[in-house]
């Protein structure tokens, strides 16, 4: 009776994701060109999502700024 070993195959080192870079509204209001009211405003309506660190600064995942953004298709 033979043993054959197993060949193991090499385990990738699990990667953290990327810390968030936040952005004020007014960082994501001059990215965008448009208000830090309108930025407010999608804050708002849901179209961004922001966090609150205190009781007056508000800041946006850079990231958001891919979600927000929609292709469009060629009709």
Not at 29 to 37: D, M, Y
Not at 45 to 50: I, P
């Amino acid at each position: 009776m033979t043993i054959e070993r197993q060949q193991t195959v090499p385990r990738k080192p699990a990667t953290k994701p990327a810390p968030p870079t936040w952005l004020s509204i007014r960082d994501i209001s001059e990215r965008l060109g448009c208000s830090e009211k309108t930025v407010r405003n999608f804050v708002a309506d849901g179209r961004l999502e922001a966090v609150r660190f205190g009781p007056r600064m508000l800041r946006i995942d850079a990231s958001e700024l891919d979600r927000l953004a929609t292709p469009i298709t060629a009709a």
